[in-house]
């Protein structure tokens, strides 16, 4: 596999609810204690969780490394990006 082609992958690995890494990652869209909002190559994804923090950013490589507890992982589109953080 090829840099590029390795690049437009996309996967999500997470170990026991406190850490994780992100392939296929394009942008970060917002980020907060509750929630990271990622442009993927598959679509928008939407990480809900506690205390949560980017530990690791390389856009270059399409790469996100996170911490803290994850609570749920949501696809969505595009139009939906503001309303999937709301406090309740």
């Known amino acids: 596999m090829n840099e590029q082609t390795a690049a437009k992958a996309h996967g999500i690995a997470i170990q026991n609810r406190e850490t ?3 392939s296929g990652v394009t942008e970060v869209l917002s980020f907060d204690e509750d ?3 990622l442009d993927t190559v ?3 994804l939407a990480i809900d969780g506690e205390d949560l923090r980017i530990t690791r950013l ?3 490589r399409g790469e996100v ?3 803290g507890k994850v609570n749920g992982l949501v696809y ?3 139009t939906a990006r503001r309303g999937l953080f709301r406090k309740k």
């Open 58 to 60: 390389d856009l270059g």
């Open 42 to 44: 598959m679509g928008t």
């Open 76 to 78: 969505a589109d595009r």
């Open 65 to 67: 490394d996170l911490a």
């Open 20 to 22: 994780g890494t992100v």
């Open 35 to 37: 929630g990271i909002l």
